[in-house]
């Protein structure tokens, strides 16, 4: 009898990887995906524990699948979830028939301890989209004052360039997204085979076998003057900027480099050589010690940046970090309050940005029927292009921006 498996995937792009290559692990072993969490007979839910409105999302997932599987059906709980709190997950959740750290693989047979094991090289299937991220790294060697995630993924490993670009060619996509916790420090932890600045050497060679790479999460400090002409020469000048903060006192609390004066001379000098780029940030609020000042400062950067993208979200405080124990705690009404003044001149920006492409031409890239995206739009993070439905999903096609609803745009053929 065929067995089916379903996976349900939360959490950032490095994750719906690692649940790629379980899907592959498991074809491998015989099963077959469904869509249908009912009539699997292996449920897995792939945690995020980056934050805790992540956590409680991932537990409410795990107790609704709990609900919906089919009696005899096997319920595996792995991802960041499992690997950071491994037994005492156990414990909490007797719904889970298995918790497994990342990439152990999934078996129907009695639980097992807690082990942990790479996904890094694990096989995996062909994308079924004409896109697909990649992973060319695991783990951190940063450590920023709010981040748990090197104390549970470990320091960082850098994967072999040719078992990456033998992953590009097997997903036979037109579009590759490199994904790391820290992507531009690629090869720094393999001084003699790699070495510091081997992401460029990567990105150049990724670029050779598919139309667009994309990068996202790059470290400020990391983004050398090689690396944005290697950005820039892909044709994809999308840069997805890592600053967290702009005030220099309050990053410092943050164990993190830079500021808001640097950020913005990187950013300008990027403009210069590439008119057209495009730009996303994220951005932490209400981080111990915040001041109004510091808010304030943060505003002006936002204003001044003229970001395309640009999130925010609220400090949590993580078991274990540099920040949970700091003084000067902000009121989570007083962060709710700057979360949402950030927010709303955010959207201002990107709608005006969004609005000033209508009548431009632009190449764009079918995911979907009727949705694409140009080198502007990251998937499932930014927005996205309304285009005819007839145009061929997988291909590339010329059209002309007409109208703006939102952050999305809407096109029509030249």
Known sequence: MTRRFYIETLGCPKNQVDSDKLAGSMVADGLVPTDDAAAADVVVVNTCAFIEDARRESIDTILALDRQRS??????????????????????????????????????GVKPAVPT????????????RPWAYVKIAEGCDRTCGFCAIPSFRGPQRSRDIEAILDEVDELEVREIVLVAQDLASYGKDRPGDLGAGSIVRLVRQVSARVDWTRLLYLYPSDLTDELVDAICDTGVAYFDLSLQHVS????????????????????ADIRRREPAAAFRSNFIVGYPGE???DHDELLRFVEAADLDWCGFFAYSAEDGT??????????????????AELRAMQDEITLRRRDELIGA?????????GEARSTREAPEIDGVIEVPDHLAVGQFHQVRIVDALGPDLVADVR
């Open 291 to 293: 001041t109004e000042a």
């Open 322 to 339: 540099h920040a949970a124990a700091l003084d000067r705690q902000v009121d989570a009404s007083l962060t709710a309050e700057r979360l």
């Open 71 to 108: 009696t005899g059906a096997k319920l595996v709980v792995t991802g960041c979830m499992a690997e950071r709190y491994g037994a005492e997950l156990a414990e909490a959740l007797p719904e889970a028939d298995q918790v497994s750290g990342f990439g152990v693989p999934v078996s129907l």
């Open 361 to 369: 031409e632009a190449t764009v890239l079918v995911d979907q029927p």
């Open 248 to 267: 220099k006192p309050l990053l410092r609390r943050m164990r993190r480099w830079g500021d808001g004066g640097r950020f913005l001379r990187r950013i």
């Open 117 to 128: 094991l790479d996904l890094l090289n694990l096989p995996r299937p062909k994308s079924a």
